[in-house]
């Protein structure tokens, strides 16, 4: 099993930078597929960036080139360096992963954390 606990949201204005950070404990790290999802109201939750095991990262399109994933395996801590930060990328965001039991896989999530953008 695994707890996920978000931290580092807060308000900022349009252009700034915020970093969001995502401790895990309770199961190995190293090996897991991590995510950031967000979600505004009103609005589906969507995937922001994946980071795998090996290091390989993917980010939503209206991110890229400006938000970076990355993890640091000592620390049980998954971030989300946000840059050039618009109104649009207010939500809440959620820390996420998942672990198979065979034959299941199990979706673990974390608090969340809010992050606002004023323009």
């Known amino acids: 099993q695994v707890q996920l606990v978000e931290s580092g949201g807060g308000l900022v204005q349009a252009g700034g930078s915020l970093r969001l950070s995502c401790a895990a404990s309770?199961?190995?790290?190293?090996?897991?597929?991590m995510d950031w999802y967000r979600q505004a109201p009103g609005k589906q939750r969507e995937l922001v960036a994946r980071?795998?095991?090996?290091?390989?990262?993917n980010y939503a399109d209206s991110v890229k080139g400006r938000f970076a994933i990355s993890r640091d395996n000592a620390k049980n801590t998954v971030y989300l360096q946000m840059n050039s930060l618009k109104p649009e990328d207010t939500a809440v965001y959620y820390c996420?992963?998942?672990?198979?039991?065979?034959?299941?896989?199990?979706?673990?999530w974390g608090q969340g954390t809010q992050v606002t953008v004023s323009s």
């Open positions: 980071i795998t095991s090996a290091g390989s990262t």
């Open positions: 309770g199961s190995i790290f190293s090996d897991k597929t």
């Open positions: 996420h992963t998942q672990i198979l039991r065979i034959p299941l896989w199990n979706d673990y």
